[in-house]
């Protein structure tokens, strides 16, 4: 049994790895993948089901990989280009392999170093103006009717010509659709259920230090219920809340508060800490947040309300609004009103009043 289990796993790394790798962008060299293969199927640009392999490298992080062979169509002929294209975790683009023979350019020429070094960095732009054209829109037509100009010509559309390879416009759009419009939804589903029914994958994600653009991705999930909470979320919004240098992370992480685990009393106590020295307008922001806690504790309930007599009218209104039908702290609360009766904000005073009567 055991060496039917290696044979199997040798057949796998070998099916895998057939092709000749005649180009390999910087990011895949050196990455040693796991032979273990796992398939899974997205719809292409036609509707039609590809083939998509869920890869891990010898660390444990999770890729996604298409190989195939598409016809990319210049002026009066097609040419068919053997490429293989490696997606991260989140959906984006992570590497290129070219198979078998060179890409070409519109004239026949093969690309050089510095056109493959262009072409990623292409690739790696999601937002290219080359997600706004089809690929009958990429030259301009020629005034005389002449068959003969295209690309190569210098008909490339000036827009879009320094969104391309000189002399591959076509190559390149045809690369970047296949690699951005419409896959990175559907490889961000895929490991979504990856990670909800590998709890092993995600505990060692979670704690594995992260790039910027994972940890945003982990917080989005989080945020919006996509992913299973458990302690990794805890753990995640503590580090990515101290990313000082990172502002759009701490942004997303405060957004999470509302997922995350309170009965976990090393985070509670690290929540209570940063909550003190938060701006005005970070804590109401985390108060939206804390509204949405079923089970507030009492020490955070503490922080909150800590000095509030002495708070801005806006803090103090967000904090009863945050409080409203929570049994456990009324009479904390009506005792705290009642010191506020002097505080001639209207606003204020409607919703003490409101709030009074429900006591």
């Known amino acids: 049994m055991f060496c039917i289990q290696i044979l199997f796993a040798f057949l796998l790394l070998l099916f895998n790895n057939n092709d000749d790798v005649y180009f390999q962008s910087e990011k895949l060299h050196g990455v040693n993948w796991q032979p273990d293969v796992s398939v899974y199927h997205i719809e292409d640009d036609k509707g039609e089901q590809v083939e998509i392999f869920a890869k891990k490298d010898n660390k444990g992080f999770l890729y996604w990989h298409r190989k195939l062979k598409t016809p990319v169509c210049l002026i009066g002929e097609c040419k068919l280009i053997d490429i293989g294209i490696y997606w991260d975790l989140a959906g984006d683009f992570f590497g290129l392999e070219v198979y078998e023979e060179a890409l070409t350019k519109t004239d026949h020429s ?3 170093e510095k056109d493959y070094l262009r072409l990623i960095e292409i690739l790696e732009n999601d937002w290219s103006r080359l997600r706004e054209y089809k690929l009958s829109d990429l030259v301009e037509k ?20 320094a969104e391309a390879v000189v002399d591959a416009v076509y190559t390149t759009h045809t690369i970047w659709h296949l690699s951005h419009v419409g896959e990175k939804e559907q490889l961000v589903n ?53 990313m000082d240098d990172k502002p759009k992370v701490k942004e ?4 999470t508060l509302s997922k995350c685990n309170y009965s976990d009393s090393y985070f509670l106590q690290n929540i209570i800490d940063m909550y003190g020295g938060l701006p005005l307008k970070t804590k109401l922001q985390v ?38 039908n929570r049994d456990q702290y009324k009479d904390r609360l009506n005792n705290i009103a009642s010191n506020l009766s002097h505080i001639s904000n209207p606003q204020l005073q409607s919703i003490l009043r409101e709030y009074q009567k429900e006591i």
């Open 110 to 112: 093969e690309f050089t």
């Open 142 to 161: 020629p005034e005389n009717g002449d068959p003969e100009v295209d690309g190569t010509s210098g008909a490339t559309k000036k827009e879009i010509a």
């Open 190 to 242: 895929l490991t979504i259920n990856e990670l909800n029914k590998d709890e092993e994958l995600m505990t060692f994600l979670m704690q594995t230090p992260q790039l910027e653009h994972t940890s945003l991705f982990f917080l989005e999930l989080f945020a919006n219920g996509k992913l299973k909470q458990k302690d990794y979320l805890n753990s995640l919004v503590i580090s990515s809340l101290g």
């Open 252 to 255: 997303v992480a405060l957004k």
């Open 287 to 324: 108060l939206n947040e804390f509204k949405k806690v079923e089970n507030l504790p009492e020490p955070l309930f503490l922080a909150i309300v800590h000095h509030l007599e002495t708070q801005q009218d806006w803090y103090i209104i967000r904090v009863f609004e945050v409080m409203k």
